[in-house]
Nanobody, 125 residues
Framework: TVQLMESGGGSVQAGGSLRLSCAAS????????MGWFRQTPGKEREGVAA???????NYAESVSGRFTIAYDNADDTLYLHMNNLKHEDSAMYYC???????????????????WGQGTQVSVSS
Protein backbone atom coordinates (compact mmCIF):
# COMPACT_ATOMS: atom_id res chain seq x y z
CA THR A 1 0.00 0.00 0.00
CA VAL A 2 1.38 3.37 -1.01
CA GLN A 3 1.15 6.13 1.55
CA LEU A 4 2.18 9.76 1.99
CA MET A 5 2.11 11.15 5.52
CA GLU A 6 2.64 14.88 6.13
CA SER A 7 3.69 16.49 9.38
CA GLY A 8 5.17 19.74 10.64
CA GLY A 9 2.35 22.20 10.12
CA GLY A 10 1.34 24.65 12.80
CA SER A 11 0.84 28.28 13.71
CA VAL A 12 3.56 30.88 13.36
CA GLN A 13 3.87 34.65 13.21
CA ALA A 14 4.66 36.42 9.98
CA GLY A 15 8.37 36.33 9.29
CA GLY A 16 8.75 32.98 11.01
CA SER A 17 9.73 29.58 9.67
CA LEU A 18 8.32 26.08 9.50
CA ARG A 19 9.48 22.78 8.05
CA LEU A 20 6.99 20.35 6.58
CA SER A 21 7.79 16.66 6.16
CA CYS A 22 6.20 14.01 3.97
CA ALA A 23 7.13 10.40 4.64
CA ALA A 24 6.54 8.12 1.67
CA SER A 25 6.07 4.37 1.86
CA UNK A 26 5.15 1.59 -0.55
CA UNK A 27 6.58 3.22 -3.69
CA UNK A 28 9.04 0.98 -5.48
CA UNK A 29 10.84 1.21 -8.78
CA UNK A 30 8.89 4.15 -10.16
CA UNK A 31 10.48 7.25 -11.65
CA UNK A 32 8.58 10.07 -10.04
CA UNK A 33 8.21 13.66 -9.01
CA MET A 34 7.18 14.79 -5.56
CA GLY A 35 5.79 18.12 -4.59
CA TRP A 36 3.89 20.35 -2.21
CA PHE A 37 0.53 21.87 -2.96
CA ARG A 38 -1.67 24.14 -0.90
CA GLN A 39 -5.31 25.02 -0.74
CA THR A 40 -7.50 27.50 1.11
CA PRO A 41 -11.30 27.29 1.37
CA GLY A 42 -13.02 28.36 -1.83
CA LYS A 43 -9.85 28.34 -3.89
CA GLU A 44 -8.27 25.82 -6.21
CA ARG A 45 -5.33 23.77 -5.07
CA GLU A 46 -2.07 25.29 -6.28
CA GLY A 47 1.38 23.83 -6.72
CA VAL A 48 3.99 25.36 -4.43
CA ALA A 49 7.16 23.41 -5.17
CA ALA A 50 8.22 20.19 -6.87
CA UNK A 51 11.29 18.04 -7.37
CA UNK A 52 11.99 15.27 -9.86
CA UNK A 53 14.06 12.13 -9.42
CA UNK A 54 17.14 13.91 -10.81
CA UNK A 55 16.86 16.62 -8.17
CA UNK A 56 15.56 19.35 -10.46
CA UNK A 57 13.24 21.71 -8.63
CA ASN A 58 10.51 24.16 -9.55
CA TYR A 59 8.78 26.79 -7.43
CA ALA A 60 5.74 28.97 -7.63
CA GLU A 61 6.75 32.59 -8.06
CA SER A 62 5.00 33.53 -4.82
CA VAL A 63 7.35 31.36 -2.74
CA SER A 64 10.57 31.48 -4.77
CA GLY A 65 13.45 32.59 -2.57
CA ARG A 66 11.56 31.82 0.65
CA PHE A 67 10.72 28.12 0.36
CA THR A 68 13.10 25.24 -0.34
CA ILE A 69 12.04 21.75 -1.33
CA ALA A 70 14.32 18.84 -0.52
CA TYR A 71 14.14 15.07 -0.83
CA ASP A 72 15.98 12.57 1.36
CA ASN A 73 16.43 9.42 -0.68
CA ALA A 74 17.63 7.39 2.31
CA ASP A 75 14.40 7.96 4.22
CA ASP A 76 12.12 8.48 1.20
CA THR A 77 11.00 11.72 2.82
CA LEU A 78 10.15 15.05 1.21
CA TYR A 79 10.65 18.33 3.02
CA LEU A 80 9.54 21.90 2.55
CA HIS A 81 11.55 24.51 4.39
CA MET A 82 9.47 27.66 4.64
CA ASN A 83 11.13 30.92 5.68
CA ASN A 84 9.86 34.49 5.97
CA LEU A 85 6.30 33.22 6.08
CA LYS A 86 3.50 35.58 5.13
CA HIS A 87 -0.15 35.59 6.11
CA GLU A 88 -1.05 34.62 2.54
CA ASP A 89 0.95 31.40 2.97
CA SER A 90 -1.74 30.16 5.36
CA ALA A 91 -3.35 27.05 3.85
CA MET A 92 -3.68 23.31 4.05
CA TYR A 93 -0.50 21.89 2.57
CA TYR A 94 -0.54 18.56 0.74
CA CYS A 95 2.25 16.31 -0.40
CA UNK A 96 1.88 14.51 -3.74
CA UNK A 97 3.79 11.96 -5.76
CA UNK A 98 3.43 10.53 -9.25
CA UNK A 99 5.27 9.81 -12.45
CA UNK A 100 6.24 12.93 -14.33
CA UNK A 101 8.20 14.42 -17.21
CA UNK A 102 9.43 17.54 -15.43
CA UNK A 103 9.17 19.10 -12.00
CA UNK A 104 7.63 22.19 -13.60
CA UNK A 105 4.90 20.17 -15.26
CA UNK A 106 4.24 18.24 -12.07
CA UNK A 107 3.81 21.42 -10.04
CA UNK A 108 1.37 22.88 -12.55
CA UNK A 109 -1.09 19.98 -12.43
CA UNK A 110 -3.34 18.62 -9.70
CA UNK A 111 -4.47 15.47 -11.50
CA UNK A 112 -2.07 13.29 -9.55
CA UNK A 113 -2.69 9.82 -8.21
CA UNK A 114 -1.09 9.93 -4.79
CA TRP A 115 -1.81 12.51 -2.10
CA GLY A 116 -1.23 12.86 1.60
CA GLN A 117 -3.92 13.88 4.05
CA GLY A 118 -2.64 17.44 4.46
CA THR A 119 -1.16 19.53 7.24
CA GLN A 120 -2.40 22.99 8.22
CA VAL A 121 -0.15 26.05 8.18
CA SER A 122 -1.45 29.23 9.80
CA VAL A 123 0.54 32.48 9.67
CA SER A 124 -0.64 35.39 11.77
CA SER A 125 0.16 38.89 10.59
Amino acid sequence: TVQLMESGGGSVQAGGSLRLSCAASGFYGITYCMGWFRQTPGKEREGVAAVDSDGNTNYAESVSGRFTIAYDNADDTLYLHMNNLKHEDSAMYYCARDQCLTARGFRRTTTLRYWGQGTQVSVSS
